[in-house]
């Protein structure tokens, strides 16, 4: 249980958080940097793969040192490998060689809500879930099957690790106009749990995520947030939340019932 360490109120931003890991969606490639998110019709492709677009050489600087690095040459001759129904393959191709190229950083501890910090290895991946669901490990043959064709050598086991860490803590990157353009790892806010009567949400601001107060809160109070959109209907509100992330939900809306 996460707790409130001092008073907030409606729109205070109880925490900010940098991406472990964050991906801009193919539909949305030249058209958003893929460094900080800003929509521009002027946005610089790399010069190398070709298929990142930046505001500027700052944004360029700071996506190379975030992940680009590792996969800019692999890209040039392979991004169309990497472009899935479902914009995983690469996003989860970045994380992998993130990893690979510097195994500690799985053990690097970001502040989160509460007082408390967590790291990469902490997250959840419900891999033994995962296994015994027939539609996600369809999922993960073809982005396993999409790596390996890159020439990367990537253990299907560490992928169903990486797929489930993902898919269970990741957060939606949007636009200003709440379209979705991508997704990322923020493992400081990771640590909320789920209420359908929550007292945070979060939103993304350029490539960070922000959470915010939804209500007065007082020190000591839990702080959770919601995964799955609290207006759709309990029913099926509830077998989502079991689909997805493998619980069934107590809150006091779903007890009503």
Known sequence: MIKAEKNYKPYDVVLECPPFVHNINDKYKGQVCDN?????????RCSVCNHMFYCDRNCQRNDWRAGHRYECQILKSHYQKLVDEYDLAALLFRLYLIIKADPQIVYKKYDSVGGQQRCFAEL??????????????????????????????????DLVDLFGKYTINSFDLVFTDKFQCGGGIFIGASVLDHSCAFNVYVQSVGNRLQVIADQYITAGDELTTYYINPKIPTVFRRKLL????????SCRLCKLL
């Open 36 to 44: 900080c998110l800003t929509k521009s019709d002027a946005l610089k």
């Open 124 to 157: 959840m991946s419900h891999r033994d879930y995962i296994l015994k669901d027939e539609f996600k490990v369809g999922v993960i043959k073809d982005i396993h099957k999409r790596i390996s064709s890159c020439g990367v050598e990537l253990p299907i086991d």
């Open 242 to 249: 079991k689909q997805k992330y493998y619980f069934d939900c």
